[in-house]
């Protein structure tokens, strides 16, 4: 298949990796240059998003928020100035689900179709091709992209129609964020007391409490390994749009809106580009204590 994939950051690159391997002939774009390492293995480089979309069947986008998806299909040589007619989009980023559904009906009035497929499992899940992916459209469509969606991912669920699958990667990042939050609480805490923090986690890894993020962010936190596979600043926009999606819906989210503090305060210590895990360092400021180190 000709397949076009545009934003090749710590997340696209990976992914895009997991498509040529597949057999599939990709053509690239990115803000910056392709990787060298994506043309060696036969991508394409294109200098626009237009110019993969006129060479691609289905395009793929993987960029950081919702003005940069509308400007890779809107703007001035963007996907929409190609002949989308019978092409596929589908944008993988994180974004709002209210504008994802107004996307999707203007890419549907040019004749091609839309997918929001949104994921979860961050640098590590990239690269393993083992990505959860959460996917909202059409059935018919999204069985004609599953194929290549399972070269990036393992759990694969049509949610519903679109926008759906961002409201549920909104709901998985309120989710991660809590998790987050409560493992660098127990860390902290055992710590504090005088216990080593490597073997409590290694102990509650065996029980109730145990978690994939307590596994691999745990770990971060105790080897204060902090480079971003996600980073806070993007955790904190997909934060932001919980609460103004809670705000619409006249409800309350008040530990989504404690964990958003949280980020802010690492964020304003100089942390928002590390990975999320690095959330422990803000009550880590407030208890004058580390997990470790």
Known sequence: ???????L????????????????QLYANTLHQVPPELVEKGAIACATPKQVAEQADVIFIMVPDTPQVEEVLFAA????????????????????????????????????DYLDAPVSGGEVGAKQGS??????????????????LALMGKNITLVGGNGDGQTCKVANQIIVALTIEAVSEALIFASKAGADPARVREALMGGFASSRILEVHGERMIKRTF???FRISLHQKDLNLALQGAKSLALSLPNTATCQELFNLCAANGAKDLDHSALV???????????SG
């Open 9 to 24: 950051g710590i997340m696209g690159t990976p992914m895009a990796e997991k498509l040529i391997a597949g057999g599939h």
């Open 77 to 112: 040589n963007g996907c929409a100035e190609a002949q989308l007619k019978n092409k596929i989009l589908v944008d993988m980023s994180s974004i709002s689900p209210l504008e994802t559904k107004a996307f999707a009906k203007r890419i549907n009035q040019l004749g091609a």
């Open 227 to 229: 480079e971003p596979g």
């Open 131 to 148: 990505l959860t992916i959460m996917v909202g459209g059409d059935e018919g469509v999204f069985g004609r992209v599953k194929p290549l």
């Open 281 to 291: 360092q803000a009550l880590e400021i407030m208890a004058n204590h580390k997990v």
């Open 1 to 7: 298949m000709k397949v076009g994939f545009i934003g």
